[in-house]
């Protein structure tokens, strides 16, 4: 919250853990899962970044787990697949 201000959850007919707002408008969507490994929660995960990612024109958006890693590609928009302790070195 210190660096962006302010935080929502995305839910519609799925949801999204984060969604980042800078000003007006939502810059970043973040899911969270321990793992990615189970294809169910794997694509759960995904459902409810997509259907945000859509619903506030972004082009990216990312899902931290424990240690998984990995760049994909959903409809054309990139997925950053990335472990906790890296995300929050990014902060």
Do not use: N
Not at 12 to 34: H, K, N, P
Not at 73 to 87: L, S
Request: proline share 1%; with cysteine.
């Amino acid at each position: 919250m210190k660096k962006y201000g302010d935080i929502f959850y995305h839910r519609d007919r799925y949801e999204c853990d984060f969604l980042v707002r800078s000003g007006r408008t939502i810059v970043q969507a973040v899911q969270v899962t321990q793992s990615l490994q189970d294809d169910a929660t794997r694509q759960r995960e995904m459902r409810g970044l997509v259907e945000a990612m859509d619903a506030h024109g972004l082009d990216e958006g990312t899902i931290v787990t424990a240690s998984e890693s990995a760049e994909t590609t959903v409809d054309g928009r990139a997925v950053h697949i990335v472990p906790i302790a890296e995300w929050l070195e990014e902060l």
